[in-house]
Nanobody, 125 residues
Framework: QVQLVESGGGLVQAGGSLRLSCAVS???????????MGWFRQAPGKARELVAV???????NYADSVKGRFTISRDNAKNTVSLQMNSLKPEDTAVYYC????????????????WGQGTQVTVSS
């Protein structure tokens, strides 16, 4: 029912920038609120880890490794979340996943955690 579609990503040299975007939609009805939206990443052979999350009230939390370099933002009217990534490093190479938690559609709450299909970010040295 809840679908997340990511865009952006690709190959960039170290020190460069990329922007990821994610749109959340539902098959029927209109989304009234998404409690938390965020980005996670998974590098080869490693566990998925939090990159940044943002609440519906725009409170943010970042992984220490990206603080000062990445900025997360959301557009509640469009149900989108973006991740601006600057000063990229080779260790940022990973598949990046969009995440949405607790999606309210009119009187129905989808209380799960929903994921996009992932988008590859590769940073060359």
């Amino acid at each position: 029912q809840v679908q997340l579609v990511e865009s952006g990503g690709g190959l960039v040299q170290a020190g460069g920038s990329l922007r990821l975007s994610c749109a959340v939609s539902v098959q029927t009805g209109r989304i009234d609120n998404i409690s938390v939206m965020g980005w996670f990443r998974q590098a080869p052979g490693k566990a998925r880890e939090l990159v940044a999350v943002i609440s519906s009230g725009s409170y943010t939390n970042y992984a220490d490794s990206v603080k000062g370099r990445f900025t997360i933002s959301r557009d509640n009217a469009k149900n989108t979340v973006s991740l601006q990534m600057n000063s990229l490093k080779p260790e940022d190479t990973a598949v990046y996943y969009c995440n949405a938690q607790r999606v309210r559609v009119s009187s129905t709450v989808y209380g799960g955690s929903y994921w996009g299909q992932g988008t590859q970010v590769t940073v060359s040295s």
